[in-house]
């Protein structure tokens, strides 16, 4: 157990030790509490647990100590080297739930009510978008769509509909890697004294801190970058205003029922450990992918925020520490070529999902943004012939080697 008052230096070392507890049987690796509930000594003991005065859990849906670790860890890299508005710590509380999704759902419903809406943009993960156009419209919720990476037409939507109370962004967003500029997004969100919470995924907190800058909340799939090894899926939600989340968040949280469970939770904890690692490969292999693609004649465009010709470089560069490991591309030749293309992978994976270390491909159209009508999802850049890829941690002369033979055979 590292001494919790080493002060770590890199995310690398926060990643290993960041959020370990001390387990009272000396296990070097938190166990899967796979317990339903905690037995209390005595009705006082219960009554302190129930008042919160004795933190110890009570019940896995309201909590479990292998969430706990994994929560804790998630907190302390996002919060790592940042200060709260007094110049201390950043301290930061995390809710570990079942998916995504759930955690998701946790955000709206615990900050919005009928009648509030949503500022957002275009190119939103297709489950996001459809939460919030289906779930929470039929709820009262609405969502308004605007290009906020123009800080005009932003400023406008947030001027024109005083009924906005929170403005949710993905940055960089799937799959067109869209980057909004958070310093931009937060000034303009707190003149009109509006919630902001972003969507990490793509990033993980080691290529980005949304909490640098006045976000409320930060969620990620943690099923992606951040288990890493494609072995569960799950969601958390991080926020700054630590009476808020241990109240009415957590709250929503118990009774909305979307906890994770100890086995996920324990398999994220140890995929967490190698972040650093794995994303420093995944950006790196994902550029020269890039490089590579940017100059075949089969490829009609790259569209990957390490490139200059990306409209985001420059945002992209600002607030990340790499580009990412996620890019997309269109084959001349629309759906049919790239049907043949995804037919002909030897090496890579034919799949949905991202941030595995094995490399992934998939075609949004057909696949992820498949719920969303066509002329819709090609206003967001989701074009027919788009092929998205999550690039792998294999070495890289093998990745080329797949997608030459791919597209040349
Ligand atoms: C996968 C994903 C989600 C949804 O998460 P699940 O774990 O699948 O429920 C949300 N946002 C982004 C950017 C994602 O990639």
Known sequence: MANKQFKMTGKGSVAVHGGNEPDPKYAHLTPIYASSTFYFDTAQQGM???????KTQIYSRWGNPTHTVAEQKIAALEAHGLSNEKGEPLELKALLHASGQAAMTTLFMSNLSAGDVVLTHYSLYGGTQELLTKVLHENGILTIIADLRDPIKAEKAMQENPAIKMVHIETPANPTLQCIDLEMITNLARRYKLLVSVDNTFAT???????RYAVDFVFHSTTKFLNGHGTAIG??????DLSFMAGKAWKWYALLGGNANPFDAYLLTQGMKT??????????????VAQYLEKHPAIEKVIYTGLKSHPD????MKQMRHPGGMLSYELKGGVEAGKKFI????????????GTVDTLISHPASMSHAGIPKAEREKYGITDGLIRMSVGIENIEDILEDLRQSLEG
Do not use: I, K, W
Request: charge should be positive.
């Open 205 to 211: 907190p080691y290529l980005q801190q949304p909490f």
């Open 275 to 288: 972040l650093e690692l794995r994303m420093d490969r995944h950006c790196s292999n994902a550029m020269a």
């Open 48 to 54: 302190e647990r129930f008042a919160g005065s004795d």
């Open 235 to 240: 969601g958390v939600l991080l926020g700054r």
């Open 343 to 354: 037919d002909r992978l030897q090496l890579c994976t034919r799949a949905v999902s991202l």
């Open 313 to 316: 470089h420059a945002v992209a």
